[in-house]
T-cell receptor, first 111, second 115 residues
Framework: QKEVEQNSGPLSVPEGAIASLNCTYSDRGSQSFFWYRQYSGKSPELIMSIYSNGDKEDGRFTAQLNKASQYVSLLIRDSQPSDSATYLCAVKAGTASKLTFGTGTRLQVTL | DTAVSQTPKYLVTQMGNDKSIKCEQNLGHDTMYWYKQDSKKFLKIMFSYNNKELIINETVPNRFSPKSPDKAHLNLHINSLELGDSAVYFC??????????????FGNGTRLTVT
């Protein structure tokens, strides 16, 4: 079983719709959860972090965490073509532990 | 500019050669990392240094040798390069004493092609 799992996609959504990206993780001791966006040929950039159960909103982005289900998701409202990228879920167990990435979900926002 | 910078951006070399990638961060972070991203975009940690001390050493061939002369620099030397080493190598940094909440800041990557 992979430590962090994501559907590789591509996930195709029309412009203006809500994109829903999902991630599950295997380590119940995980404490910190991050979503990174990576455009083709570029480096990953942090877009959201979440540490406690529930929702966290930042602009058009909402991260949702459910530790009991070992599930974290990212919602992108009013999707734009510029949101087309690979979204990487990353999970960390503790201060000195490594940040483990999922394989990423490729999002395509169509006109 | 404050950033994580790595050189070179592109590296094309033949099998059997030895090459190095350099990384520097001016964010004042105490921890630096090397990640490898393969052709399927899977980003996997290789090494991590905290204040020049190796703290994470994943299952990586010993042809790969990291070196951290100070907490702002982390270099990666690769001996006897193989075709399977072709990938994008990302350097990253974070501040460990801010706890597990400290995110990674990535460099722009080095695309290594072994022919």
């Amino acid at each position: 079983q992979k430590e962090v799992e994501q559907n590789s996609g591509p996930l195709s959504v029309p412009e203006g719709a809500i994109a829903s990206l999902n991630c599950t993780y295997s380590d119940r001791g995980s404490q910190s959860f991050f979503w990174y966006r990576q455009y083709s040929g570029k480096s990953p950039e942090l877009i959201m972090s979440i540490y406690s159960n529930g929702d966290k909103e930042d602009g058009r982005f909402t991260a949702q965490l459910n530790k009991a289900s070992q599930y974290v998701s990212l919602l992108i409202r009013d999707s734009q073509p510029s949101d087309s990228a690979t979204y990487l879920c990353a999970v960390k167990a503790g201060t000195a532990s490594k940040l483990t990435f999922g394989t990423g979900t490729r999002l395509q926002v169509t006109l | 500019d404050t950033a994580v910078s790595q050189t070179p951006k592109y590296l094309v070399t033949q099998m059997g050669n030895d090459k190095s990638i350099k990384c520097e961060q001016n964010l004042g972070h105490d921890t630096m990392y090397w990640y490898k991203q393969d052709s399927k975009k899977f980003l996997k940690i290789m090494f991590s240094y905290n204040n020049k001390e190796l703290i994470i050493n994943e299952t990586v061939p010993n042809r790969f040798s990291p070196k951290s002369p100070d907490k702002a620099h982390l270099n990666l030397h690769i001996n006897s390069l193989e075709l399977g080493d072709s990938a994008v190598y990302f350097c990253a940094s974070s501040q460990m004493d801010r706890g597990s909440n400290s995110p990674l800041h990535f460099g722009n990557g080095t695309r290594l092609t072994v022919t």
